[in-house]
């Protein structure tokens, strides 16, 4: 099989958006991952991570040529990717990492002062609309300040606030309390850096 596969006349038939991961993926993230990694996490070391992931994040968007930026690319299934987010172009993933990001850092912090935000977390709602829908925005500038200003203000928190048992749930992974969703940032970065790769693979 092919690593990646360029936009087509076609659109892939998917699964809808929100319809979740394979089942032994499932299984492997409520079970390990969501139990067991993650209630282990740093706090400060989760963020570590999401500023590494971020700077690699960066380099690619940096190589991949302007003009094919909004070029949508079908990648291989990924660990992590649901089958509905395949076909995205290279803007698309930077402006669902800012819809995610910034809907986890208020939720953290929400989380930290024993508060439940409101709503429930849907997959569905942080899908990417595309250049199509909201016209020319400089993604990676927006995703840059949100990352530098997320960082500030998450390692503020204090570590009373840290240790937090209040929770908010996650479709996949279960209750997690604010130092997982921390964690998650960064594997959520990690994901979609993979995918990214992958998108500049398939770019003709």
């Known amino acids: 099989?092919?690593?990646?596969?360029?936009?087509?006349?076609?659109?892939?038939?998917?699964?809808?958006?929100?319809?979740?991961?394979?089942?032994?993926?499932?299984?492997?993230?409520?079970?390990?991952?969501?139990?067991?990694?993650?209630?282990?996490a740093d706090w400060d070391?989760?963020?570590?991570?999401?500023?590494?992931?971020?700077?690699?994040?960066?380099?690619?968007?940096?190589?991949?040529?302007?003009?094919?930026?909004?070029?949508r690319v079908l990648v291989p299934p990924q660990p992590g990717l649901e089958d509905s987010s395949r076909f995205w172009s290279a803007e698309m993933v930077l402006e669902h990492l800012w819809m995610v990001g910034s809907r986890i850092e208020f939720g953290a912090i929400e989380l930290s002062q024993g508060r439940v935000p409101p709503g429930e977390v849907d997959t569905a709602k942080v899908k990417p609309k595309g250049q199509e829908a909201e016209g020319p925005i400089d993604w990676m500038r927006r995703l840059d300040e949100w990352a530098q200003s997320a960082d500030l203000n998450l390692r503020q928190v204090d570590a009373k606030a840290r240790r937090s048992k209040t929770t908010l749930r996650h479709p996949?992974?279960?209750?997690?309390?604010?130092?997982?969703?921390?964690?998650?940032?960064?594997?959520?970065?990690?994901?979609?850096?993979r995918q990214l790769r992958e998108i500049r693979k398939g770019l003709k």
């Open 1 to 40: 099989m092919k690593s990646s596969q360029t936009h087509s006349a076609v659109t892939p038939q998917l699964a809808p958006p929100g319809a979740g991961l394979p089942w032994p993926q499932r299984l492997l993230l409520r079970y390990v991952l969501g139990p067991f990694v993650s209630t282990r």
């Open 45 to 71: 070391e989760s963020l570590d991570q999401l500023r590494r992931r971020h700077a690699k994040l960066a380099e690619v968007w940096a190589s991949i040529p302007l003009e094919l930026r909004t070029q």
């Open 172 to 193: 996949w992974f279960g209750e997690f309390r604010a130092s997982q969703w921390i964690w998650l940032l960064g594997a959520h970065h990690g994901i979609h850096l």
